[in-house]
């Protein structure tokens, strides 16, 4: 079983920011892609930010400018620093590590952003 272990999460006034972390088993972390998705209450699971293991970043729309994706390869670690935070980038975010047709998901962390 692996497991995926986010952290960081929290409520935030408008225009905050936040840092989430991401741990996972170092047997997938090396040549996984990984990412952070995020989901809403009442709506689907959608993607913020992915890295590949040669640190090749992709970001939604809704993140450019704001969010950035990094990862520590000797930490086995992935993270999502988080600035000027909306309102409605409240959602669970979950963590996410693709190799092949192996797909693994965190047990995801709250965020909210409200005055």
């Known amino acids: 079983q692996v497991q995926l272990v986010e952290s960081g999460g929290g409520l935030v006034q408008p225009g905050g920011s936040l840092r989430l972390s991401c741990a996972a088993p170092?047997?997938?972390?090396?040549?996984?892609?990984m990412g952070w998705y995020r989901q809403a209450p009442g709506k689907q699971r959608e993607l913020v930010a992915t890295?590949?293991?040669?640190?090749?970043?992709n970001y939604a729309d809704s993140g450019k400018g704001r969010f950035t994706i990094s990862r520590d390869n000797a930490k086995n670690m992935v993270y999502l620093q988080m600035n000027s935070l909306k309102p409605e980038d409240t959602a669970v975010y979950y963590c996410?590590?693709?190799?092949?047709?192996?797909?693994?998901w965190g047990q995801g962390t709250q965020v909210t952003v409200s005055s």
């Open positions: 890295i590949t293991n040669a640190g090749r970043t």
């Open positions: 996410n590590s693709a190799l092949g047709s192996a797909n693994y």
């Open positions: 170092g047997s997938i972390f090396r040549f996984a892609t």
